[in-house]
């Protein structure tokens, strides 16, 4: 091989070794992805942690928005998720934005349930609104994880 053969294949190799990297971090990142859903309820009613109506989300009622989301942390001594699965937490979002009687709807395993759990109460909402006033909604949000 010629010495600008030999540079091209050494290129072409820390581009291949660099892609895997980020796609390797990227996957590390990237352990979940959501979809809020309607929970499924009466059309108007309070929950337990608040003293508001609790509306689920239909018609004539504006979906909160997400605004501050915080990813779910494997325990501390671990280097990753190494369960796939997707988690359901159900909710409400008040109407000052902020995820009340978060809890686990279906389960993949305790610890990751519970990351998933700790996770959701940091995150912040714009509320719902219905008359463009700010209401609190119920909902379920779908976590996914995935073997890293």
């Known amino acids: 091989m010629n ?7 050494a290129i072409r190799a820390a581009r ?3 892609i895997k990297r980020r796609l390797f ?8 992805a959501i979809a809020i859903v309607p929970a499924h309820a009466q059309d108007h009613d309070s929950d337990e942690d608040t003293d508001e109506p609790v509306f689920d989300l239909g018609q004539g009622i504006t979906p ?5 989301q915080v990813s779910p942390k494997p325990d501390s ?3 990753g998720f190494r369960i796939s699965g997707v988690v359901l937490i159900g909710l409400t979002v008040s109407s000052h934005g902020l995820p ?7 389960s993949v395993d305790k610890d990751i349930d519970q990351s998933a759990v700790d996770a959701v109460r ?3 909402f714009e509320p719902a ?7 609190a909604v119920r909902l379920t949000v779908e976590i996914r994880f995935h073997d890293v």
């Open 3 to 9: 010495p600008k053969t030999n540079a091209q294949a």
């Open 16 to 18: 291949c070794a660099e």
């Open 25 to 32: 971090l990227t996957s590390a990142l990237a352990l979940f």
């Open 64 to 68: 909160p928005k997400l605004i501050h």
């Open 77 to 79: 001594g671990a280097q």
């Open 100 to 106: 009340v009687n978060v809890h686990v709807v279906r």
């Open 122 to 124: 940091e995150w912040r």
């Open 129 to 135: 609104r219905k008359d463009d006033k700010p209401v």
